[in-house]
């Protein structure tokens, strides 16, 4: 019998309390092959696409959340999601497989529900940063710019408050995401000051990998902005 990459999980909904099905990936179908400059997984041919499940969406109120999300609700914040997701809430599940299509649409359920839920500055990024993966996997580059925007933005706002601290995410990695994906938008100015503040933290050891991946970044910067000024 062969065995399937997928098992059922039930996830009980942060929002509504009720329990709902969710397809998860077993890790031994999950081959990463390589990783972009700015961490995008790129999985092995005919691999399990694992990023389109990282999303649970409640079949029940159509509440969306990750394992990043806290259980925290401040005052206010169910009713608002009661108003502007659940009343609206269509049912239809997600418990099967995805198309690039349907982790799309989690996402965004997601980062909606996330900025209702005002959930931190670094979840938000996160959710973000994947949206404009998919939407570079279907090469779509106006949709992938716009979701590569809005993560660099959350990313600083994490930066300034600090609400990384308490996650896997380290200030350096940060400095770094703001980085490449202001290189990735040609905000050079903002690229090269994160760059040079990841570079300078080798001195404080730790990270060296994102130090060269740093140093890689920032010699490509030099050669785009020669290449700018020649046009």
């Known amino acids: 019998m062969e065995i399937s990459p997928f098992y059922e999980k039930k996830i009980d909904c942060l929002h509504c309390k009720k329990s709902f099905p969710t397809l998860k990936v077993r890790s031994k179908f999950v081959k990463v092959e390589d990783t972009g400059t700015d961490f995008q997984p790129m999985y092995a041919e005919g691999n399990v696409q694992a990023m389109y499940y990282n999303v649970f969406v409640c079949e029940h109120c159509g509440f969306s959340f990750t394992e ?23 049912h239809h599940d997600f418990k099967g497989e995805r198309t690039v299509f349907q982790a799309i649409q ?5 980062l909606l529900c996330a900025n209702i839920k005002k959930e931190k500055f670094v979840a938000k990024a996160g959710l973000a940063l994947r949206l ?22 959350q990313y600083m706002e994490s930066f300034s408050t600090e609400d990384y601290a308490s996650t896997q995410m380290s200030g350096v990695r940060i400095m770094y995401m703001i ?3 202001s290189r990735r938008l040609g905000d050079y100015e903002n690229s ?23 140093k890689e970044q920032w010699q490509l910067i030099r050669q785009e902005r020669e290449t ?3 046009d």
């Open 192 to 214: 090269t000051r994160f760059f040079s503040r990841v570079i300078e933290n080798q001195r404080v050891g730790g990270e060296a990998k994102l130090v060269e991946m740093a």
């Open 179 to 181: 980085a490449e994906l």
């Open 106 to 110: 989690a996402y965004k359920l997601a």
């Open 68 to 90: 990043d999300f806290t259980k925290y609700f401040a005052p206010g914040v169910a009713e608002e999601i009661q108003k502007q997701i659940t009343n609206n809430w269509v």
């Open 132 to 153: 404009a993966w998919l939407y570079r996997s279907l090469k779509n580059d106006g949709q992938e710019m716009r979701f590569m925007q809005i993560a660099r933005d």
């Open 228 to 230: 700018i000024t020649q």
